[in-house]
């Protein structure tokens, strides 16, 4: 079998075009444009070109970007400050701090400093307990962006067995949540999960968040399965990602590319999250 590939450009692509409209529904209703406030410490190479992407989705989309880059040695207490004042600012509906933070500010404690309405990444315990209770919440934007890439090739998620590698906090345990709140069967997998093996080869549905470059072999893939590659991994000057392309491309019947998968619908989840966040605060 030669799988189908998930556009994440093109679907990233449409969900963008929603979202130019809705953002000029609210600037239309209210009188000012839905506003999104993004927070950079220190110059990490990787982080300037997040930050950049996303600035640019916002001006694409119609959403008004309010962007502090702030020097290497910000003091925590004035980062916070800063996240204070965008908390009490009405054109401000979502506030992004860019992670990693320098050595010595304490990311937990700016994480919860971010009013959960204003949670654009959907990083704040407000935002992570609702995901875990099933309330409405701000999801984080690359599990959310997952589960859309996974309802756009039709495929049910209901009744699946769905096997994540990777439990971290901001991708793994997430999109498990997400993916139980979709009627999938879920198992999460780790660096101590005994033959993973055994796992994968269970996945109708395999979300890869390892990082660790090809990491999911094709042997490691069960026939048909739908294949989801979070991994963004670097090396001699090119993205690979958590799955080897190639092998899993024979056995899934649909696989995300790297790039072109996930990572586009991570930053069309965040201008999501901040227009309907946008929305929200208006009682809608
Ligand atoms: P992370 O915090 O480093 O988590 C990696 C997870 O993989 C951990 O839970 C770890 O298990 C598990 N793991 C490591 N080695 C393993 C092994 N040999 N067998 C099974 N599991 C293993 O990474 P992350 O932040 O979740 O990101 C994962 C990947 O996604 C990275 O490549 C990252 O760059 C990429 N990413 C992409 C996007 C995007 O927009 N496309 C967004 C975020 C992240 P333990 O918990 O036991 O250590």
Known sequence: MSAKIIDGKALSASIREQMKGEAERFENTYGRKVGLAVIKVGANPASEVYVRNKIKACEEVGVKSFSYNLP???AEADIIDIIDTLNGDENVDGILVQLPLPKGVNEKRILARILPEKDADGFHAVNAGGLMLGLPCTKPCTPAGIIELIKSTGVSIAGKNAVVIGRSNIVGKPAA?????????VTICHSRTADLKAHTLNADILVAAVG?????TGDMVKDGAVVVDVGMNRADGKLYGDVNYPEASEKASYITPVPGGVGPMTVTML????VESAFRCKGN
């Open 212 to 216: 660790i470059k090809e990491f999911v």
């Open 271 to 274: 201008i999501k999250n901040t």
């Open 177 to 185: 949540m997400l993916l139980l709140a979709e009627n999938a069967t």
């Open 72 to 74: 290497e040695e910000t």
